[in-house]
């Protein structure tokens, strides 16, 4: 497995926006899928969006026109731009890799 590190959670109001990066120590970094997935309190762990090794991406219908998952191969880094955040986004974002690994996972809360 690699170490998957996330950040850019926080505190923001609805409507505003925030950009999560999962850096990956893995030296294959642009060879697997990526993905982000979401927990709020109370509730089970749910997928938001993934990319592959070729940069096709996938949504879940929820933030689907509203956030934008990409990947810089370069950096090893994954990212998630999250705009018109509701307060139903609320939840710990969780970044994934398709080898099975996962990070420790980062706040976003989104008051209304």
């Known amino acids: 497995q690699v170490p998957l590190v996330e950040s850019g959670g926080g505190l923001v109001q609805a409507g505003g926006s925030l950009r999560l990066s999962c850096v990956d120590s893995?030296?294959?970094?642009?060879?697997?899928?990526m993905g982000w997935y979401r927990q709020a309190p109370g509730k089970q762990r749910e997928f938001v969006a993934r990319?592959?090794?070729?940069?096709?991406?996938y949504y879940a219908d929820s933030v689907k026109s509203r956030f934008t998952i990409s990947r810089d191969n370069a950096k090893n880094t994954m990212y998630l731009q999250m705009n018109s955040l509701k307060p139903e986004d609320t939840a710990v974002y969780y970044c994934?890799?398709?080898?099975?690994?996962w990070g420790q996972g980062t706040q976003v809360t989104v008051s209304s």
């Open positions: 893995g030296r294959i970094f642009s060879s697997y899928a």
């Open positions: 994934w890799a398709s080898l099975g690994s």
């Open positions: 990319v592959t090794s070729g940069g096709i991406t």
